[in-house]
């Protein structure tokens, strides 16, 4: 058994942050992760990190853009958390050695970018996340930190009274990828989970296949609450073949979108008849979709994005990642052709519910970047904001759990007075754990309360069993046959355009993905590097992750940021100014709602119409 | 295992332009790296529509009885317009055999993870279109690095190089929170440095050069090149620097190179590698003339 203050789950931009963070507050801490952090997905991030940095910007129009993108579905506090955090978030970057692109004097460059009022996307190039993924690797490195990489986290150690606000989190059980060892880290002060998205839910998406919703799944097993996970963003610029994500750099720089007849659609169609290819990304995500739903798409398919006019010299030096990879992924040269593109899912608004300090409702247990939901994204999250995400709340994470103080959260977690019960939702399908269910979540003892040695050893032995099992088992249905249906069902069914039929369909085929599962084997017999066994768990942790998105988007019967609803097309602020919470229940989900805060610090953020 | 004994099937001993130093610029190398890859090209997409790929993949697993002989096994793929070598063995996978195992992650080019050695090149599996290369297109491990399975390698060495040039900028004095104030670099200054920034830690460039496989203590271009994107860097101090070129210097640092370009030839991100290990030869030669 291994043994550390701080365990961190993820080694990507949120992980590497809050271990840093940790390690700054004196505690001893450790990564631990299925790939190698330089591998890591924030490495595809291309655009940028939003941060008030210029003079004639200021924090408060940061949370401002922040909020409308959101759709008023943010929380004022971690909206504004954000906001306030991230300059200094970004200088500290540029400090651990960031090679962020330059202005003439010397100071970081800074570019439009959709929603936004000022040009406040601080960038590298087009590929500010590699960069961003690679300079926090070095902080690491250079602090000694401690990293188990290619050890693959597959559950929480947690105790398991009835109400998860009363249990806690002691550790996580983990295989060693390269031997197959399957060990237990005991964390004495917290786990934080940093596993990124679940883009893989999904067959056309900008999201790496390590994109698997590990850390959602484990948290929500173990009892955290999943909030708003219907809140999928697609992004409106993806090569088609592949999913590979073309940046919204493209169009802050000037690029400009066209459909089959040469038309500027964003403008001659009125979608967004201020910002045009400059509106938020849900926005042009569906006009693009309209777009080829009428017939004025090419090849049926997808649109143009023409960044020729921009200039050679410009390109090169703003965009020049652009070129490789429309040559690389689509054989399109963009110095002399339009780049085909089309909407892909890219991010998930929704997450593991924490507040504004990472935690969530069980104790020990914090979350933080993708896997977690805050909520600064509320309903759609703006371009450029992922990544002053990452390391605002990934660094509050780790500073949380090695014992620094923040001050009292004003977001709540966990069931509490505060919520209101889904009572009447009209399910297809019964959801959550079916028949012989292969993961425990919490370490079911029959109520004896156990020392946290006690209860690591019980969830390794457990996990154990869990990997013999399927390892022995001689025949079935194999992973890769169940991911693919799962896959074309939520890119079938709940995708950028959603109807309440869809949905339902969706979730039955959800099920029937878990039922298939019941049979799942792992054909390869090897405990070295068992890449089967791996995507097996993985594909466990899709359905859980996939049926949560689906709940929620049948529930939530309105029009709101990148959630669109055939039934009611409208933003029906009465009664859906509240966030969705699923709980896992210990295998019978329940649904039940959370008012959105929108009290900031000293306004409040009154909902408007939405226009761009 | 390993197969460090193996040797490239394709390696070509390089021209005495390129023997002879620094002069030939980074543009003529890539224009000779996109003539290779149009040389190879066995057939036009379009002949290859409707038909399947044929690759031959490298086998190897210490545990199960008959991996454990190392072999090559046949798969045909079905093949797809802008179908790369990752696409390919990801069917394989997923289709003919779970147990057929390589890392990938991004399908980007961007996380590194699948560098393979492919028709006798090192080359990103999620960047190499299927349709170029000559059939069967034959895919194997890294050469001179242990074999884990398959197509894994063992990546402990290439990422102890990388950590021995204390890869991490080294500024001691970062102002406290409140009064945070960006350095400020020219934008020459970044363009410097711009390229060696773009390393990917794929280890091609290590596997590909006959140095590295010789002497196991040599840090290797990737690692050079990472200490370069330091030493290069003017928000670093002269002192630093100096601290960095004596990393640098010592007997397994940049005298090592013999100036081959493979690792150039190689490298997914077209960094001029060996131009960056020329360049700080001379940097160290300059750092020791100023103390004599």
Sequence with gaps: ?612 | MSTQQQKPETQESPDDSEMNGTESPQQERLEKKERSMVDERSADESDLEGDTVHIKVFRYDPEVADKQEPRFDDFHVPFKKGMTVLDAVMYARDTYDSSLTFRHSCRQAVCGSDAFFVNGKQRLGCKTQISELQQPVRIEPLPHQEVVKDLVVDMDHFYDQMHAVEPYFKDEDTPDASDLEEQRQSRENREKVKMSTRCIWCASCMSSCNIAAGDNEYLGPAAINKAYRFAMDDREGDEIKEHRLRILEQEHGVWRCQTQFSCTEVCPKDIPLTEHIQELKREAVKKNLKFW
């Design chain 1, 1 to 612: 058994m291994y043994e550390h203050d701080v365990i961190v789950v993820g080694a990507g931009g949120a992980g590497l942050r809050a271990a840093v963070a940790a390690d700054e507050a004196g505690a001893d801490v450790a990564l631990v992760s299925k790939l190698h952090p330089v591998r890591s997905h924030t490495g595809a991030a291309e655009g940028g990190i939003n941060a008030a940095l210029q003079e004639g910007d200021d924090w408060e129009l940061h949370a401002y853009d922040t909020m409308k993108g959101s759709d008023y579905l943010g929380d004022a506090p971690a909206v504004e958390t954000l906001a306030k955090d991230a300059p200094e978030d970004t200088i500290r970057l540029e400090h651990w050695g960031m090679p962020f692109s330059r202005e003439e004097d010397g100071r970081v460059s800074q570019r439009p970018f959709g929603g936004l009022s000022y040009p406040r996307t601080t960038y590298a190039g087009a590929e500010t996340g590699h960069h961003l993924l690679h300079v926090m690797y070095e902080q690491v490195v250079k602090r000694g930190i401690q990293v188990y990489d290619e050890w693959y986290v597959m559950d929480l150690a947690t105790t398991d009274e009835d109400d998860p606000n009363d249990r806690e989190c002691h550790g996580v059980v983990a295989y060693d990828v390269q031997s197959g060892k399957i060990e237990g880290f005991k964390a004495n002060q917290g786990v934080v989970l940093a596993t990124g998205g679940p883009g893989q839910a999904f067959d056309h998406t900008t999201n790496a296949v390590s994109c698997t919703g590990d850390g959602h799944a484990m948290a929500y097993r173990a009892g955290a609450p999943l909030e708003d996970m219907e809140f999928i963003q697609f992004h409106p610029t993806s090569l088609p073949s592949t999913g590979v994500l073309i940046s919204e750099g493209v169009r802050g720089e000037g690029g400009i979108l066209y459909n089959n007849e040469g038309e500027r659609f964003m403008f001659e169609h009125g979608y967004a008849n201020n910002s045009g290819e400059l509106a938020s990304r849900d926005v042009v995500a569906r006009a693009e979709l309209t777009e080829v739903n009428e017939g004025r798409g090419v090849n049926d398919e997808y649109v143009h994005l023409d960044m020729r006019h921009l200039g050679e010299e410009r390109i090169l030096d703003r965009l020049e990642n652009i070129l490789h990879l429309a040559e690389d992924f689509e054989g399109v040269d963009g110095l002399i052709e339009p780049m085909p593109v089309k909407p892909g899912q890219h991010y998930a608004m929704g997450g593991i519910e924490t507040d504004e300090n990472g935690q969530t409702c069980i104790d020990g247990l914090y979350a933080a970047g993708e896997c977690a939901c805050v909520s600064v994204h509320g309903g759609n999250r703006l371009g450029g904001n992922a990544l002053p995400e990452l390391i605002v709340f990934g660094k509050r994470a780790g500073y949380h759990a090695a014992g620094k103080d923040l001050g009292e959260p004003q977001i709540k977690t966990g069931y509490g007075d505060d919520v209101e019960d889904e009572t009447d939702a009209d399910l297809p399908v019964a959801p959550g754990a079916s028949g012989l269910d292969q993961s425990g979540g919490v370490a079911a003892d029959g109520g004896v309360t156990a020392d946290a040695e006690g209860i690591l050893e019980r969830t390794v032995e457990q996990t154990r069993e869990q990997i013999d099992y399927l390892i022995e088992k001689d025949d079935g249905v194999q992973h890769a046959e169940i991911r693919a249906k799962l896959q074309k069902a939520m890119t079938d069914y709940v995708n950028v355009f959603r109807t309440e039929e869809g949905i339902k369909k969706a979730l039955k085929i959800i099920r029937e993905c878990r039922e298939e599962y019941q049979d799942v084997y792992v054909d390869d017999p090897s405990r070295t590097f068992n890449t089967d066994l791996q995507q097996t768990i993985e594909t466990r942790n899709l359905i859980d992750v996939a049926e949560t998105i689906a709940l929620g988007a049948l529930v939530r019967n309105e029009f709101r940021g990148a959630h669109w609803r055939q039934e009611n097309q409208i933003r029906d602020d009465e009664n859906w100014l509240k966030h969705t919470l699923i709980s896992w229940d210990d295998g019978e989900p329940s649904i039940f709602y959370r008012p959105v805060i929108l009290e900031g610090e000293d306004k409040t953020y009154e909902p408007k119409v939405r226009s761009y």
